[in-house]
């Protein structure tokens, strides 16, 4: 086993970044090109609040749907388990994360899992608020305690792409609405999605979002618990088995902790008692997986005996 250090992070930056060669940069997000591809940065932090970064850790890039996992924590806390999986199932998919042939083919009530768009979607429309505004307020605000960053915002620009591109999301949201799965207004629920795909963070501001899920929910300002143990066992559970899109077994089996990724490049880890990692990397696979991104975190979960699988629970 490594130890944890910044050498040691500069290091494994270094053996991962070739990764990237065969990855493509989404172009649909503003400002992403070429020359971003080779862009590779991490941030871990430890339970016992020790941060070390790497690389190009302060990149910042939109969430996209590493969103997801915050929307999802929202949910339970408004709605509890059973009614948010009423409306969403639990259950990993093998298509791509915005298939639409899934919602036909397998279940008409419900998306697979709130880790692909069409559960993301169902569960945006779950958080609670007086209006469209305030619903994304308190995301942001729930955001901004768990990473403790009052810097944090949406960029405007990748939220006007996030809507002109937003032609199959929409078609996804309207074809729940059809089967009843969706029974708020379909615009706002999208326009909630939208924006949290925007925010934008830097790798410091995902590995605090897996320290959260690390650390019993606890607010990094007040010590706080802010989502109940019981919920974050459910979202760290569908993180395992759905987050790395239809590439999750594989990251099951290879690196072992819950992780989230998003087409920008974005990966959030939890160790659970250890540390949250933050990675961004925005040369993505098909899947939509970071290619260096996904690289790295192997690579951390071999060196620093990170498997919850192994022989030690991931828990050396
Ligand atoms: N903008 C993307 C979408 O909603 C985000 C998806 C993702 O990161 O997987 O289609």
């Known amino acids: 086993m490594k130890e944890l250090s910044i050498q040691y992070l500069e290091e494994a930056i270094e053996d991962s970044r070739p990764f990237a060669a065969s990855g493509n940069v989404n172009m649909t997000l503003p400002n992403f090109d070429e020359t971003m591809k080779d862009l590779l940065g991490v941030s871990i932090i ?23 996992v915050i929307g999802l924590m929202l949910a339970l806390q408004d709605f509890g388990k059973e009614r948010v999986f009423n409306a969403v199932g639990m259950e990993p998919m093998g298509d791509f994360f915005n298939s639409i042939s899934q919602l036909e083919s397998y279940d008409t009530s419900k998306p697979f899992n709130p880790m692909i768009n069409a559960g993301a979607i169902a569960v945006s429309a779950m958080i609670k608020g007086q209006n469209p ?7 942001l605000t729930f955001l901004k305690e768990i990473t403790d960053n009052d810097d944090l915002a949406m960029s405007e620009d990748v939220y006007e792409a996030e809507k002109a591109n937003g032609a199959r999301n929409r078609a996804l949201a309207y074809f729940m609405q059809s089967t009843g799965t969706l029974v708020t207004d379909v615009e706002e629920a999208l326009d909630l999605y939208y924006r949290m795909n925007s925010v934008m963070m830097c790798c410091d501001d995902f590995a605090r979002v897996g320290l959260f899920l690390a650390r019993g929910g606890r607010s990094p300002r007040s010590d706080d618990r802010l989502i109940p143990p019981h919920h974050l066992r459910t979202v760290k559970a569908i993180m395992m088995t759905s987050g790395m899109y239809n590439s999750s077994g594989h990251y099951a089996v290879e690196a072992g902790f819950p992780c989230k990724s998003g087409v920008s490049g974005s990966i959030i880890g939890a160790i659970p008692g250890r540390m949250g990692i933050g990675v961004i990397g925005p040369a993505i696979d098909a899947k939509g997986n970071s290619t260096a991104g996904g ?22």
């Open 46 to 68: 430890t339970t016992d609040l020790k941060c070390y970064s790497a690389g190009d850790h302060r990149q910042f890039i939109p969430m996209q749907s590493t969103s997801k």
């Open 133 to 139: 505004a305030n619903r994304f307020e308190r995301y």
């Open 295 to 316: 690289a790295l975190i192997k690579k951390l979960s071999q060196d620093l005996d990170l498997n919850m699988f192994g022989e030690n629970g991931g828990l050396s």
